[in-house]
């Protein structure tokens, strides 16, 4: 059992930006699991630690490479741990009890068939997509064709977990695209596990996700760009078609409360660095203000934005007075926590 040289590409360009985190891979002793373990972590030049060491060493994430069964398919998952604690953590520990511990996240991994009676197996399997808001926001069966359905590019994918449920919605494709090398390798690994169940079971739900689903791992900005350029001289992938809608959920800005987030974030907020204040706010809205226009040029109807309910829209500021740089949404729908911004075009 060895990971597709797919999941495996492009290991220099990982490598290097693994730097700024301390990863290791767990070598759990398991037999089945010690080639994949090895291959992770020569192609992101990242150590291996004895199960039970890794924080002993100091080291903020650790792969580990996890059995997995789904109906009668069993194989494995490569999963994430986060061996940091948070502030938050932290101050909720001693609110608590002042010598109280916190206890350790467990390893996690992306799962595109989760079971039907989870939370997001009944978003996913259609259950609660009537009452979706980003189904509401994105809107893809205006635009359904011959083949299928509305093509969307998920610009800032993550853990994938709106790419699924906009791939159960009314779409043909769903693109997703993410450039931190890590979370590409646990989006690889379940499309690899999907693609298996997929093949081997006779089930609607993973078939269709499967059929659906698609992962670029690259910038953004940079997959915009090259994909406007096929677009326009016909080059580069021969499938390759406009999207019919961008949807962007950059990281949200930095936190000013203390209340518990969901694992999944609280996650992706370790690897990104975006659980504290940065002195670097002006990079960052120039960053959103790039993305977003490339996000304007390359879709056909619409870009959809996910922001904090009360957050500024992206690529501005209250702090600094609004300079034009990017158009202001055309409207948007909120809810109690989060809002859509939505920009027609």
Not at 321 to 345: A, H, T, W
Request: charged residues 25%; aromatic residues 6%.
């Amino acid at each position: 059992m060895t990971l597709s040289a797919a999941a495996l590409e492009d290991g220099q360009s990982a490598a290097s930006s693994l730097a700024v985190k301390k990863f290791c891979v767990n070598s759990s002793g398991n037999p089945a699991f010690g080639p994949i373990e090895e291959e992770i972590a020569s192609k992101y030049s990242i150590p291996t630690i004895p199960q039970g060491e890794t924080s002993e060493a100091s080291y903020t994430h650790c792969v580990h490479i996890l059995p997995y069964e789904y109906n009668l398919v069993k194989s494995y998952a490569v999963g994430i741990q986060p061996l940091e604690t948070s502030s938050s953590d932290r101050r909720r520990a001693n609110r608590k009890k002042k010598n109280s511990k916190v206890t350790q996240m467990q390893p996690t991994f992306i799962d595109f068939c989760p079971p039907l009676n989870s939370n997001l197996g009944k978003r996913v399997g259609g259950q609660r997509q009537g009452g979706e808001m980003l189904l509401k926001a994105v809107a893809p069966a205006k635009y359904t064709n011959e083949k299928g359905g509305a093509i969307i590019y998920d610009l800032t994918a993550g853990f994938g977990q709106d790419s699924m449920i906009l791939a159960a919605g009314m779409t043909g494709q769903v693109h997703m695209v993410e450039r931190d090398p890590i979370v590409a390798l646990l989006l690889k690994d379940a499309m690899r596990r999907l693609h298996l169940i997929a093949e081997e079971i006779d089930e609607n739900r993973c078939s269709s996700l499967n059929e659906k689903l698609f992962l670029h791992e690259n910038d953004a900005v940079n997959f915009c760009r090259k994909r406007l350029v096929d677009l326009n001289d016909k080059s580069g992938d021969d499938c390759a078609e406009a999207p019919d809608v961008c949807y962007l959920d950059p990281m949200f800005p930095p936190r000013t409360k203390s209340a518990a987030v969901k694992k999944n974030m609280q996650i992706l907020h370790g690897l990104f660095h975006t659980n504290e204040e940065s002195d670097k706010d002006n990079e960052r809205w120039q960053q959103e203000q790039e993305l977003l226009n490339e996000a304007l040029a390359l879709a056909k109807s619409r870009v959809v934005v996910k922001r904090p309910v009360n957050a500024p829209p992206l690529g501005t500021s209250t702090d600094v007075p609004y300079d034009m740089s990017v158009p202001l949404p055309s409207f948007e729908l909120k809810g109690s926590i989060n809002r859509f911004d939505i920009y027609m075009l």
